[in-house]
Structure formats: C-alpha cells, structure tokens
C-alpha cells in the first residue's frame, strides 16, 4: 500500500510542480558565481552561504532584469517554508535574517523568503519590504518592568 504523502510534503510537491526545487540550492547559485558579473561577488555570496547552515523546504533562483527595481540584472534566491508541522523558529529567522543582509551586501544577489501556511497560502515572510521589521522585538517579547 503506497504511503499517503503528509500536508507538508503536498504543499512542497505542490511548489515543486511549479517550478521549485526540493534539494541543493547551494550549487546552482555557486555555479553562478563563475560567470561574469556575478563572479565580483563571490566573496560575499560564498561566504554568507558558508555560514547559512539551514535547508528551506524549497527554492528556486530567479534571475530580474533590469527596471524599477535595479539598475542592472539580479539573481533572486527564493526560499519556500511550508509552516505546518514546524513553525519557523526565532532561530530560524534570526538565520535568514543574517543571510538577508549578508546577500544584501553583494551587488548582484538579493533573497527573498516565503511562507506557505496549512491552507497551501504563500506569503512574503522576509523580503525588501519588510527585512527591518523582523529586527523589531514581537508584542511576546517585550519585556515590561
């Protein structure tokens, strides 16, 4: 009897049906790095991905051109966590948020993180717009005296 896939695993082949990818989203982006202009960041990226030690559920690399947004073409990394089972943990956040800032340093590279709830929503969770935010203390973490 074949093994009924779990929500989270739906949502993830859901993605992946969609263009997303399940594994390895280091090497591409490595692979990236060797050609110009993105190897003039290599510094930077390699040493944010070194130190980024989590695995999103899903990814996939798109690359922007030039217009309202940049002056020039920009590898995107899209991260997917599907928030079922596993709630993104502050530890978690705190690593992308790391991560951000760090792929916001590099000139041609920028990340965006998005969250998939039970209902198979995707929504922004860590992205240009809302990056400072996730620096602020929550209402749950206020500390009054």
């Known amino acids: 009897m074949k093994k009924q896939p779990t929500l989270h695993e739906s949502i993830i082949d859901l993605a992946c049906r969609n263009g997303w990818q399940r594994i390895d989203w280091k090497t591409p982006i490595r692979q990236l790095l060797k050609r110009a202009p993105y190897r003039d960041d290599a510094d930077i990226v390699e040493s944010a991905l070194t130190q980024f030690m989590r695995a999103a559920d899903a990814w996939r690399i798109v690359e922007e051109q030039p217009g309202i947004k940049w002056a020039h073409s920009v590898v995107v990394i899209e991260l997917l966590e ?61 500390r009054y005296r």
């Not at 502050?90 to 951000?100: A, G």
């Not at 041609?108 to 969770?125: C, E, I, K, N």
């Not at 935010?133 to 973490?141: K, N, S």
Request: aromatic share 14%; glycine share 2%.
């Open 82 to 142: 599907v928030d079922v089972n596993h709630p993104i943990t502050p530890e978690k956040l705190n690593s992308y948020t790391r991560l951000w800032y760090a792929l916001d340093c590099s000139e041609y590279f920028h990340l965006r993180v998005y969250r998939a709830d039970r209902f198979g929503m995707v929504t922004p969770y860590l992205d240009e717009t809302n990056c400072t935010q996730v620096l602020m203390p929550r209402p749950t973490e206020l």
